[in-house]
C-alpha cells in the first residue's frame, strides 16, 4: 500500500547527502511511496530551502527564531498538502512542538495526525526539574489524548500512554531500528576470560538523567571490595566537570578513565566485558541492545527495553531506578562471579541476533504502522 507522509521533526543530519540519516528517510520514500520532510532549523545553519532526490522531499524552515521556525514548518507544510490533490499523513516527531504544527496542518485538510514518541517523555523523572517541559508534557498529555494514530519505540512507553488513558489500539509499538552488524561481529569473535577481573564499560552523554554519579558511587564501593576491576567512561556531555571531580573525589583516577566520544564503539565494547547504564529513564536505550549484540551482559536501571530484551538474571541484571544499592550488589554478581559474563553474553548475543529484524522486515513494518491510520 502506497502512503504520501508529511513528516515535521528535527533531522537536521538528512538535510545533508551521504548522511546515514538522509539515507535513511530515502529507504522510508521508497518504501511508502512518497516522503515529504520538514526540518526545523535556522537560516544561520545554511541548509538549502528545498531538495529531491526520487520521492524525497526535504524541506528546511531556514527561520531566525524558535517561533519563526514553527510558523515556516506551518507555512511549507500547508503548501505541501494544498499542491497535492491526495491523503497525507502528517506525522509529528514528538507529541510537543512538531505535533502543535502537525495538528494545526492536518485540521481541515486530507490529512490525519500521526505521532511518534521516541522517548519516554512521560515519566516524571524527565521533566520534574524543568517547568518548561512540564508545561511541554502537559500539552503532550492533551494531544496523545486526542490522536488516533500513535507509534512508540518500547512497550514501557506505551504502558504509560494506556496510562494516560489512551486506547491500546490506538499504539502501535516499533523498536528503532540500528545498524548492529559490527557490534554481532564482536559478539561472533569475543574470547571470554574468566580469570580477569571485569572491565565495566559506560557509552553516552554524561547528563543529568544518565544519573553518572549512582554508577561511581556503586563503582566506588566495588573496588574497595574487588580492586581490579575498572570502569570506562566513552562520552562527553553537559556534567563532563562533575563527572571528572566525583572520580578525583572517590579517589578513583587509578581505575577509572574517561574517553571522548569515538564513532569506533564496537571496538571499544571488544576490550570490556559488562555494559553499564544506570539512567533515570530511556526510550528505548539502543545501547543496551548493541552491548548484547557485542557479546556483554550489561547492568542496567530499570528503563528503556529492560524487560523485553534485557532479563535479569538472563543476560543482565536489572535494578529499581535510582536503587544504588543494588546496583553495587548486579556489579558485585560480575565480579565475584565472572563466568557469567561469559554465559550471560553469549545469551545476550544470541537474542539480538534472533531478534533484530532485517532492513525489509523492519520497512514493513514502518509501512503497516502508518496504513493502520486509515484515511
Known amino acids: 500500500m502506497s502512503s504520501n507522509i508529511l513528516a515535521i521533526g528535527y533531522a537536521k543530519r538528512a538535510l545533508e547527502s551521504g548522511t546515514r540519516d538522509r539515507e535513511r528517510m530515502q529507504k522510508y520514500a521508497d518504501a511508502l511511496g512518497s516522503y515529504h520532510l520538514v526540518v526545523f532549523t535556522r537560516v544561520a545553519e545554511g541548509f538549502p530551502d528545498f531538495q529531491q532526490s526520487g520521492n524525497l522531499y526535504l524541506y528546511a524552515t531556514n527561520a531566525r527564531s524558535r517561533v519563526g521556525m514553527l510558523w515556516r514548518a506551518y507555512q511549507i507544510s500547508k503548501e505541501i498538502l494544498a499542491k497535492h490533490d491526495q491523503f497525507f499523513i502528517v506525522t509529528s516527531q514528538d507529541p510537543f512542538e ?68 489512551v486506547q491500546a489500539a490506538q499504539v502501535t509499538v516499533l523498536p528503532i531500528q540500528s545498524d548492529l552488524r559490527q557490534f554481532l561481529q564482536v559478539g561472533e569473535h569475543r574470547v571470554y576470560n574468566p580469570h580477569r577481573a571485569p572491565a565495566f564499560l559506560y557509552v553516552g552523554r554524561f547528563a543529568a538523567e544518565k ?88 547492568v542496567t536501571t530499570d528503563v528503556g527495553c529492560a524487560g523485553e530484551r534485557i532479563i535479569d538474571q538472563e543476560n543482565g541484571r536489572v535494578v529499581p531506578v535510582g536503587d544504588e544499592s543494588a546496583y553495587t550488589d548486579a556489579l558485585t554478581t560480575y565480579a565475584a562471579r565472572p563466568e557469567l559474563i561469559a554465559s550471560q553474553g553469549q545469551r545476550g548475543y544470541v537474542s539480538v541476533r534472533q531478534q533484530a529484524p532485517s532492513e525489509v522486515e523492519y520497512l514493513a513494518q514502518l509501512v503497516e504502522s502508518f496504513a493502520s491510520c486509515g484515511q
Not at 109 to 126: C, E, K, L, Y
Not at 253 to 273: E, F, I, N, S, Y
Open 98 to 165: 512538531t505535533a502543535l504544527v502537525g495538528r494545526a496542518v492536518a485540521k481541515g485538510n486530507r490529512a490525519t495526525h500521526h505521532v511518534q514518541i521516541h522517548g519516554d517523555v512521560f515519566n516524571p523523572q524527565s521533566y520534574h526539574n524543568s517547568w518548561v517541559q512540564r508545561l511541554r508534557v502537559l500539552y503532550g498529555r492533551y494531544v496523545v489524548r486526542r490522536t488516533q494514530c500513535i507509534r512508540v519505540v518500547s512497550e514501557r512507553i506505551k504502558r504509560s500512554l494506556v496510562q494516560l488513558g
Open 211 to 298: 544519573n553518572i554519579s549512582l554508577l561511581l558511587n556503586a563503582f566506588a564501593s566495588l573496588v574497595k571490595i574487588y580492586p581490579e576491576c575498572s570502569l570506562t567512561l566513552l562520552g562527553d556531555g553537559p556534567l563532563h566537570d562533575e563527572v571528572t571531580e566525583q572520580i578525583k573525589r572517590h579517589q578513583l583516577q587509578g581505575c577509572v578513565r574517561v574517553l571522548p566520544w569515538t564513532d569506533t564503539v564496537p571496538a571499544v565494547m571488544a576490550k570490556h566485558d559488562v555494559l553499564c547504564v544506570s539512567s533515570q529513564h530511556e526510550g528505548w536505550g539502543m545501547v543496551l541492545l548493541e552491548a548484547g549484540a557485542a557479546g556483554m551482559p550489561v
